[in-house]
């Protein structure tokens, strides 16, 4: 069974950065696309940044310049480094990939979510 699991949320104040991860586990045969997510109360999900198998990165306007997204293939795991937050950035942010897997094959699969809070 395949899962990603999240960690790296919290609270923190406008200007500060945190850092999330996620990594991947299970029979896993090769990953490709990965990104992150978010969703604040109220808005619809939105993709933040991904990273192709390739390495090619992507990122929402809101974001440009302030995130980070990177991959380790061998630990197979994606990080979104996050600095100078703003309240705006408040939401719940989820990893996501499409990989191959036993027996599947491939298909996308979500972390579980985690909470990231700016505030003063």
């Known amino acids: 069974q395949v899962q990603l699991v999240e960690s790296g949320g919290g609270l923190v104040q406008p200007g500060g950065s945190l850092r999330l991860s996620c990594s991947a586990s299970?029979?896993?045969?090769?990953?490709?696309?990965m990104g992150w997510y978010r969703q604040a109360p109220g808005k619809q999900r939105e993709l933040v940044a991904s990273?192709?198998?390739?390495?090619?990165?992507s990122y929402t306007d809101s974001v440009k310049g302030r995130f980070a997204i990177s991959r380790d293939n061998a630990k197979k795991t994606v990080s979104l480094q996050m600095n100078n937050l703003k309240p705006e950035d408040t939401a719940v942010y989820y990893c996501?990939?499409?990989?191959?897997?036993?027996?599947?094959?491939?298909?996308?699969?979500w972390g579980q979510g985690a909470q990231v809070t700016v505030s003063s």
């Open positions: 299970g029979s896993i045969v090769r990953i490709y696309d």
């Open positions: 990273v192709t198998n390739g390495g090619r990165t």
């Open positions: 996501n990939a499409f990989l191959e897997s036993m027996p599947r094959g491939g298909a996308d699969y």
